[in-house]
Nanobody, 128 residues
Framework: QVYLVESGGGLVQAGGSLRLSCSAS????????MAWFRQAPGMEREFVAS????????INQDSVKGRFTVSRDNANKMLYIQMNNLKPEDTAVYYC?????????????????????WGQGTQVTVSS
């Protein structure tokens, strides 16, 4: 079993920045791909960014291009996302997720159903 805990959310004005962290823990596991998804009220879960074990990153080009940066610390089992120039449209609960079976391909990273474990989320609220 893998347990994921997000932190770093909060209230920020438009144009501000936040960095979210995700800590993974458990027994006898290895994590392959990790990702951030977000879900706003009344909306479906949306892919934000991912990092493979080998360090390949993917960013949602339609919503966060040029503003968010994702990174990973394999030794400490941590996932981060640096969010700059935040907009009210970024307001959502941000979830950390991971797969342990294999690295997901470029075509698979955006599919939430392929991930094995999820955190409980951290709220990000961006005011105008």
């Amino acid at each position: 079993q893998v347990y994921l805990v997000e932190s770093g959310g909060g209230l920020v004005q438009a144009g501000g920045s936040l960095r979210l962290s995700c800590s993974a823990s458990g027994r006898s596991f290895s994590i392959d791909s990790m990702a951030w998804f977000r879900q706003a009220p009344g909306m479906e879960r949306e892919f934000v960014a991912s990092v493979s074990w080998s360090g390949i990153t993917r960013i949602n080009q339609d919503s966060v291009k040029g503003r968010f940066t994702v990174s990973r610390d394999n030794a400490n089992k941590m996932l981060y996302i640096q969010m700059n120039n935040l907009k009210p449209e970024d307001t959502a609960v941000y979830y950390c997720t991971a797969v342990t079976s294999r690295e997901l391909t470029t075509d698979q990273v955006m599919d939430a159903s392929l991930y094995d474990y999820w955190g409980q989320g951290t709220q990000v609220t961006v005011s105008s």
